[in-house]
Nanobody, 125 residues
Framework: QVQLVESGGGLVQAGGSRKLSCAVS????????MGWFRQAPGKEREFVAG????????YYADFVKGRFTISRDNAKSTVYLQMNSLKPEDTAVYYC??????????????????WGQGTQVTVSS
């Protein structure tokens, strides 16, 4: 069974940085496209960033371009989200997700097969 475990969340001041990690077990990590999503209270889950299996192709939501970077280490079966210049509106539960047969864009949450439990990121002003 494939499991995803996020870590690295916490409280950070506006303008600060945080790095999230997502460790994947139980599957062949290099076969998966990986995505990061977030959900703020009262809002729908939204796409943040995605990476195809090799890591060569990455995608970002407009609201994080230039601030967040997704990367992956296939040898460690781990995907990362480096978050810089954090804003209070980045406060949310962040989820990583894995998809084995994603065609087209990586934006749609319904395209992913496996999800982590989420990690809370709170940005104080």
């Amino acid at each position: 069974q494939v499991q995803l475990v996020e870590s690295g969340g916490g409280l950070v001041q506006a303008g600060g940085s945080r790095k999230l990690s997502c460790a994947v077990s139980g599957g062949t990590f290099s076969n998966y496209a990986m995505g990061w999503f977030r959900q703020a209270p009262g809002k729908e889950r939204e796409f943040v960033a995605g990476s195809r299996w090799s890591g060569a192709s990455t995608y970002y939501a407009d609201f994080v371009k230039g601030r967040f970077t997704i990367s992956r280490d296939n040898a460690k079966s781990t995907v990362y989200l480096q978050m810089n210049s954090l804003k209070p509106e980045d406060t949310a539960v962040y989820y990583c997700a894995a998809g084995s047969h994603i065609v087209g864009t990586l934006i749609g949450a319904q395209k992913y097969d496996y999800w982590g439990q989420g990690t809370q990121v709170t940005v104080s002003s």
